[in-house]
């Protein structure tokens, strides 16, 4: 099974990115609301808003920074054998980009 190192990697002690970090991460990649919420798979940009303002602001999980960080950084070959495992290990979902027209 490839990547599978015992004993897997985890991590602790996650603090999670400021409102600040996230605002100054979306102006970085100059994307809209809608897109940052396509980003870190959430139903849209009302939903990023509650991540990044209002009176008590949600905190960024570790696993939606490290989908959306792994959506930036690795190469399609890479996403499209993540997502080939998915499939496999049962799951069933439509993958596309919903911006793709943009």
Known sequence: MRGFLLPMKTILNYTPPSTDDLARLKDELGHTGNRMADLFALGGSHQWRKYTGGQAPRAMSAQMLFYA???LELDQSDIDRV?????AVGASFDYDDPHAQD
Do not use: K, S, V, Y
């Not at 997502?83 to 499939?87: E, L, S």
């Open 69 to 71: 960080c792994a959506m």
């Open 83 to 87: 997502i080939a495992r998915m499939r």
